[in-house]
């Protein structure tokens, strides 16, 4: 069974310059995770006291200010990172989707890229070359397909790896977005991808500031802060907790 559960996970990341020990303490302090003292050695905790659990059919929205957890959350569900103290147990096939350009050569051509990154998401070769077509037409890249990607633009290659992300079949989605670079004609187009990729994933944790994406693709959140969860619950209610407003009927009224 398609499952995600974590209880009482911490993360910890350990600072080993003690020099500027002051320093961080004063900078990191404010930008996410407190900073331990018990140690010697200076510590920031990421991530506190973690509990969630997660099942097949779960569309949840990460949302919180800039360092308040939510990509190092994403991590911890994808086995990136191990829990320093707790737990986080994860069944199912993952696809960590964190940085759309991970896994591409710029090099290379993007024919040869959609395969690459492709096999870097776990699928097959044959796999990929049985979905490159599909992915050649949604990217209306043409002829710049068999050229280096060094040579596309920072949109043209978005497109690129959208493509290559919306064709996979993960039963674990976890999205960190990325794909402001495209005009808005290709995201309303790509946005119609990722709602037919939720639906083929089992699980999706989508950590976003876009409103409008989380109100397509997800019913819950969690609210995180400070590497805490603040809040977890019906995405309407977790939002305007967080921001102070109704903000999807702002969505709804445009």
Partial sequence: MVSIDIADACVDFPIFDAKSRSLKK?????????IGTASKVPIIEALRDINISLRKGDRVALVGHNGAG?????????????????????RGKVAP???????MDPEISGLDN??????????????????????????EL???????????STGMRVRLALGVVTSIDPEILLLDEGIGAVDAEFLAKARDRL???????????FASHSD?????LCDTAIWMDHGTVR????????????????????VENR
């Fill in 212 to 216: 409008e994406f989380l109100a397509d």
């Fill in 114 to 139: 959609i395969l690459i990154r492709g096999l870097f998401l776990g699928m097959t070769k044959k796999q990929m070359e049985e979905r490159v077509d599909d992915i050649a037409a949604f990217t």
């Fill in 70 to 90: 939510k990509s190092t959350l994403l991590r911890l569900m994808a086995g990136i990172y191990e829990p320093t103290r707790g737990r986080a147990h994860v």
């Fill in 231 to 250: 809040e977890f619950g019906p995405l309407r209610e977790v939002l305007q907790h967080y921001k102070g407003r109704d903000v999807l009927a702002e």
């Fill in 97 to 103: 989707i964190f940085d759309l350009a991970v896994g």
């Fill in 142 to 152: 043409g002829d710049y397909l068999s050229m280096p990607l060094r040579t596309y």
């Fill in 195 to 205: 709602n037919e990729l939720v639906e083929r994933s089992g699980i999706l944790v």
């Fill in 26 to 34: 004063a900078v990191l302090g404010k930008a996410g995770g407190r």
